[in-house]
């Protein structure tokens, strides 16, 4: 039998992925002083504004759809009854 | 006229839609080769075909233009007939004619909305996509399918009739067909304008979009998610470029459907709602307006039916190799599916706007158009949304079915020309991506856009990254929400739930009044008055002649009377005489009286 393509069910290869996703982070973080940057508002040029703009989005969209599931959230057949 | 009608030869529409008919009477390869042909031949009837007004038919004192050609229109023709070609190479093996009838139908009446010089026009091939994609979802032959494309009819039904009224009135008040920019600054502009906000789900009319395209078979939804809204976006770039409201409606059109994607367990659901949300940057676009961001809105309508019917063939190809679509029941397949997997990533990096990827070099042309015009708040929410859009569509829809914990599922590649449809797809998606020149170059305005600049880059990696960063350290320490086998409620409760609520009050109120008018009239008025006219003849008559009984007095002889009179009425057998005498008797009291 073919050996099954499956690198990510070893937890060291995970890690590993985790491990270039973090040093791309800080890379992008760490270039940041050095972009010439054209900007239309004047938050735009702060330092890693745009690193905590996606961070704090993805945060409030997750807790804020976690709060709307309370209100919004009826079984399947919801709809059939 | 019939010389001039096929000098460019026949309209890309008429293409579509005549030449679906013959679909059904052709067999094997050959039939293959023939819907393979269709959206070629259309093709290349739009590159050589001139700018102006073309194919025109004249119809009482009304013309009906079938080609309004400008470069406007020639873009989004370009890309309804190029996706038309993958949708019909992915669909090619189904045996089902009603579907590929239906997909050219719809495709070729997208293109005809598309052309549309004048309202009628318009209007004809506006409801002619609407009935020719129901059957996209009724092709499911589900007892869900079926109720989905029931309510989709419904809703669209509704729009187009608030189309059709804006557009009477419109003729009414300018006795012109033509389309031209127009303003909301009347009943017939604003329901034109609710007409075609339906078909673009502009909250809150967006729920029939990821209340039907789920339901749709598998090859069904790739048609779908080019057409209705697209077509739409086209529309509202023609007539309503500009429209503050527009900014606003699309602003919260971005942020709106990305809450729902978060807590959507279907898969093509999740798509479905950011669908709705990339079809909120270009309603934004519009509302913006400049040069800028109309350009924006194309090349992303262009991009985006590309990496959303690739992201729509994915999920489709594992909807029928598994015959599952949800959440909690995917997981792993990246192992026995890694091509599919790996175009799905390639959608879902296009439609997140990763640097070279498609939706980098046209959304950010809609981004930089808000910052121009310096609308800040807008400018935010268009960059959550972006966030937000990676999140669920580009992490999402590839993580819960790819990789995720596994579902011990070992479904096979789907067949070759699946794969071959999702390669081109995901071919242009990263072509376009790293070489926007073609795309620019056929956009309604010159382009002066640099979109590679290394602020830009970064800047946009940062901002999903840093989404990713989230989404990871949320999976890791369990506060990401579950996926959960639910429902959640959206405007369309309004007419699912309410609807149900409005029939019984309707039973209720309108049977209560129905009630009480028949116990009233019909048993009340009517029976007196029938009673009336059957027993007074002969309670008179009893009356008049009880002074003649010839029988004796008393309480017996008198009642052995009355039934005698009375068996004479029922009978019809009264005395000669006694007719007589009443006849002679309304004589004199005639006499007296007059």
């Known amino acids: ?81 | 006229m019939s010389q001039t009608f096929f000098s460019f030869g026949i309209p890309p529409a008429l293409i579509f839609i005549i030449g679906a008919l013959f679909i059904p009477l052709l067999k094997g390869k050959l039939k293959s080769a023939y819907m393979l042909m269709l959206p070629v031949l259309a093709f290349l009837v739009l590159v050589i075909v001139p700018e102006g007004s073309n194919w025109i038919v004249r119809i009482v004192q009304y013309d009906l233009v079938l080609g309004k050609v400008d470069r406007l229109s020639r873009v989004f023709g370009y890309i309804f007939t190029i996706i038309s070609f993958l949708a019909v190479l992915y669909a090619i093996k189904v045996e089902d004619n009603v579907q590929h009838v239906a997909g050219f139908m719809y495709a070729g009446a997208g293109l005809g909305v598309t052309f549309a010089g004048d309202l009628f026009t318009l209007y004809i091939f506006w409801e002619l996509m609407a009935v020719a994609s129901t059957f996209l979802i009724l092709a499911r032959k589900t007892q869900k399918a079926q109720s989905a494309a029931f309510r989709y009819i419904m809703v669209h039904i509704f729009g187009g009739l608030c189309l059709l009224a804006g557009i009477v009135i419109y003729i009414q008040e300018t006795g012109s067909t033509e389309i031209v920019r127009l303003t909301l600054c009347s009943a017939g502009t604003w329901l034109i304008f609710i007409g075609v906000a339906v078909n673009a789900a502009i909250p809150p009319l967006h729920p029939w979009l990821q209340d039907a395209y789920p339901e749709a078979t598998v090859t069904g939804a790739v048609f779908l998610s080019a057409f209705t809204t697209k077509s739409a976006v086209y529309v509202m770039a023609r007539i309503y470029p500009g429209t503050e409201l527009l900014i606003w409606l699309g602003a919260l059109m971005t942020a709106i459907p990305i809450f729902y994607a978060v807590l959507e367990n279907d898969i093509r659901r999740v798509l479905a709602y950011s669908l709705i949300n990339q079809v909120g940057f270009m309603m934004c676009g519009v509302g913006i307006g400049s040069a800028l961001a109309i350009n924006g809105t194309v090349s992303h309508a262009f991009c985006h039916i590309l990496y959303k019917a690739l992201l729509f063939m994915s999920a489709g190809a594992v909807l029928q190799m598994t015959g599952k679509i949800r959440c909690t029941d995917l997981g792993g397949l990246y192992k026995t599916m890694p091509l599919t997997c790996l175009f799905c990533i390639v959608g879902a990096a296009s439609i997140s706007a990763f640097p070279m990827f498609s939706g980098f070099v046209s959304k950010s042309m809609i981004v930089s158009a808000a910052a121009h015009e310096k609308l800040a708040i807008v400018w935010l929410m268009l960059q959550f949304a972006s966030a937000g859009v990676f999140h669920h569509a580009g992490i999402k829809v590839p993580f819960f079915t790819f990789f995720g914990h596994d579902s011990g599922i070992r479904a096979k590649e789907p067949p070759w020309n699946m794969l071959l449809a999702m390669g081109i797809a995901a071919f242009l998606c990263i072509f376009i991506g790293l070489y926007p020149a073609p795309l620019y170059k056929i956009l309604p305005y010159p382009v002066h856009y640099e979109p590679f600049t290394a602020f830009h880059i970064v800047a946009q990696l940062q901002l999903l990254m840093f989404g990713a960063l989230a989404f990871c350290l949320l999976i890791l320490s369990g506060n990401y929400p579950a996926e959960m086998r639910a429902v959640n409620l959206d405007t369309d409760w309004f007419y699912r739930k309410g609807a149900k609520w409005i029939y019984v009050a309707a039973d209720k109120a309108l049977n209560g009044v129905n009630n009480a008018c028949d116990r009233l009239f019909v048993k009340g008025v009517v029976g007196a008055a029938i009673r009336f006219f059957k027993d007074a003849p002969l309670k008179l008559t009893i009356l008049l002649s009880r002074p003649f009984s010839p029988l004796e007095e008393g309480e017996l002889k008198q009642r052995r009377f009355d039934e005698m009179i009375s068996s004479m009425f029922t009978t019809g057998t009264i005395p000669i005489g006694v007719s007589a005498a009443a006849a002679i008797g309304v004589f004199v009291m005639l006499f007296f009286l007059l």
Not at chain 1, 8 to 36: Q, W
Not at chain 1, 48 to 72: N, P
């Open chain 1, 1 to 81: 039998m073919k050996k099954e393509f499956a690198v990510f069910d070893k937890p060291e290869n995970v890690k590993r992925f985790l491990r270039v996703f973090y040093v791309c982070l800080g890379v992008l973080i760490l270039i940041d002083p050095f972009i010439h940057k054209h900007t239309e508002f004047p938050w735009e040029g702060a330092f890693g504004f745009f690193a905590s703009y996606g961070f704090a989005s993805c945060v409030l969209l997750i807790f804020i759809a976690k709060g709307l599931r309370i209100f919004l959230k009826k079984d399947e057949q919801y709809y059939d009854r």
